[in-house]
């Protein structure tokens, strides 16, 4: 984002000083000669937040993938709090609260009823009176939820890379500019 900020400030400076050519012609002769390079500081902007993070509208494959992972955990949570309401009744859980352990949603059970609910442990909790299972019903969309995670990753390292290569052809008009 920082290469984008000098994009734009370049743009900036050479704008003003070309308004103001008779008071500064040093100054104007000197920022005329500033690098701009359009196309590649909107791909910037397009594809990185101001936080540094890669936007969903960085490429329609990203935006599919990041919608997908909405889409899947949406259908999970609710899987997953109708299969805590059952629990719950049956005062088998701790909360009645859907938690994250190793990127994957699960139920906290109390250590008692833990063979109850037919799922995967995926750890104990610090009293060692409550586990975190993933039950059954759930296990392949949280597969598929982790799989596009990945895509996601793939699809983000793939952006960055496009990216870095643009910069990278204008790397030394860019360090001129600094």
Request: charged residues 30%.
């Amino acid at each position: 984002k920082r290469i984008a900020v000098l994009m734009r400030l370049s743009k900036v400076v050479q704008q003003f000083f070309a308004k103001r050519k008779t008071p500064y012609p040093l100054l104007s002769s000197k920022f005329t000669a500033l690098y701009r390079d359009n196309v590649v500081e909107y791909n910037i902007d397009r594809a990185i937040d101001d936080d540094g993070n890669v936007k969903s509208s960085a490429s329609k494959e990203l935006a599919a993938l990041r919608h997908q992972i909405t889409e899947k955990n949406q259908t999970i949570r609710k899987s997953l709090e109708k299969i805590l309401k059952t629990i719950q009744s049956k005062e088998w859980t701790q909360e009645d609260i859907i938690t994250t352990r190793e990127g994957r949603m699960v139920i906290p059970v109390k250590v008692e009823h833990k063979n109850r609910l037919p799922g995967f442990i995926h750890s104990v909790s610090s009293s060692g009176a409550t586990v975190f299972i993933e039950p059954i019903q759930t296990l392949e969309l949280n597969n598929e939820i982790r799989s596009l995670y990945v895509q996601e990753e793939i699809e983000i390292k793939r952006i960055l890379k496009e990216l870095t290569e643009q910069v990278r052809s204008v790397r030394e008009p860019l360090i001129g500019n600094l």
